[in-house]
């Protein structure tokens, strides 16, 4: 199981970045699917998750300003970024849970002031 994530980048306070992670050798249907953010000298936090049901949770550090979602027949799993602030730096890591948890490589996100 190989999880690619992708879409990070430099952008200014305000910007907006999609963060894209694809899954190869699990199906996506059926999973719970989640960003989490660790950001330079602090501990990785959960982000947003989406259930099986789809049902989704956000940390309150971006509600309303992040959205996840899930295309299941492109094996994806996004994360919308609307209104960046510079506290939202940091490296964003996707996960999966389908029997055991999967983790992908990391896609970095600075937002400058």
């Known amino acids: 199981v190989q999880l690619q994530a992708s879409g990070g980048g430099l952008v200014h306070a305000g910007g907006s970045l999609r963060l894209s992670c694809t899954a190869s050798?699990?199906?996506?249907?059926?999973?719970?699917t989640a960003w989490y953010r660790q950001a330079p000298g602090k501990q990785r936090e959960l982000v947003a998750a989406?259930?099986?049901?789809?049902?989704?949770t956000y940390a309150d550090s971006v509600k309303g300003r992040f959205t996840i979602s899930r295309d299941n027949a492109e094996n994806t799993v996004y994360l919308q970024m609307d209104s960046l602030k510079p506290e939202d730096t940091a490296v964003y890591y996707c996960?999966?849970?389908?029997?055991?948890?999967?983790w992908g490589q990391g896609t970095e996100v600075t937002v400058s002031s």
């Open positions: 050798g699990i199906i996506f249907s059926g999973s719970f």
């Open positions: 996960n999966v849970v389908k029997g055991q948890l999967y």
């Open positions: 989406l259930t099986v049901v789809s049902a989704t």
